[in-house]
């Protein structure tokens, strides 16, 4: 029996202009540049067939923790998929009370 994994540190998602979006590079686009059909679904049926069960997405922000709580719903893989809640150091300036709170109300509303 092989050992099931966990990918513990998952960037799938981004925001430009405060709009989610699933990160450019599953959409096939590198420095700008269209090089090949989004793939985010192809991506994740390798890792389950590398036996990966679980993936943490990566959430540095909130803006990052909305698009990971949006992307989640939408992904049917077969994959547990999670998020991470929290600030990454380079963006810790940004943090402050209204942003804490609403990560903290985030996390409670979608834990499960």
Request: proline residues 3%.
């Amino acid at each position: 029996m092989r050992s099931r994994l966990i990918d513990i540190g998952a960037n799938l998602t981004g925001i430009a202009s405060h709009v989610f979006f699933v990160d450019e590079v599953f959409q096939g686009i590198y420095h700008g540049k269209c090089l090949h059909k989004p793939d985010l679904l192809q991506v994740l049926q390798r890792a389950q067939a590398a036996n990966i069960d679980k993936i943490m997405l990566t959430a540095s922000s909130q803006q990052d923790l909305e698009g990971a709580i949006q992307l989640i719903p939408q992904i049917q893989s077969g994959l547990t998929l999670k998020t991470t809640v929290g600030v990454h150091p380079c963006r810790v300036k940004e943090l402050n009370q209204e942003m804490l709170s609403a990560m903290i109300g985030m996390a409670k509303e979608h834990a499960h």
